[in-house]
């Protein structure tokens, strides 16, 4: 069973930053494309990037406003907020696709105060 689970959430200042990290049990990890989503109130959720399974493990926002990072030794996929603002708020979740199969976590609050 596949499973998994993100950490990292919390409240920080506008102008702060956060790491998720989101550890995926069960599978293989290595064939997995893994992402992450923002769900704000009152919006459906959106997905900030995802990371495939091959070539690039890391990726670093052109604004300058995240990274995402992948380790397939550890298994998790891990998402640093930067330069973080008030609409920032939102429940973020981990999702992973493998093969045709896809699962969610949970997800971790994040509040941004301004």
Request: proline share 4%; with cysteine; glycine share 14%.
């Amino acid at each position: 069973q596949v499973q998994l689970v993100e950490s990292g959430g919390g409240s920080v200042q506008a102008g702060g930053s956060l790491r998720l990290s989101c550890v995926v049990n069960g599978g293989r990890f290595g064939e997995m494309t893994v992402a992450w989503y923002r769900q704000v109130p009152g919006k459906s959720r959106e997905m900030i990037r995802a990371i495939a399974p091959y070539g690039r493990t890391n990726y670093t926002d052109p604004q300058g406003r995240y990274t995402i990072s992948r380790d397939n030794f550890k298994r998790t996929v891990d998402l640093q907020l930067l330069n973080m603002k008030p609409e920032d708020t939102g429940v973020y979740y981990c999702w992973r696709k493998w093969g045709s199969i896809v699962a969610w976590g949970q997800g971790t609050q994040v509040t941004v105060s301004s």
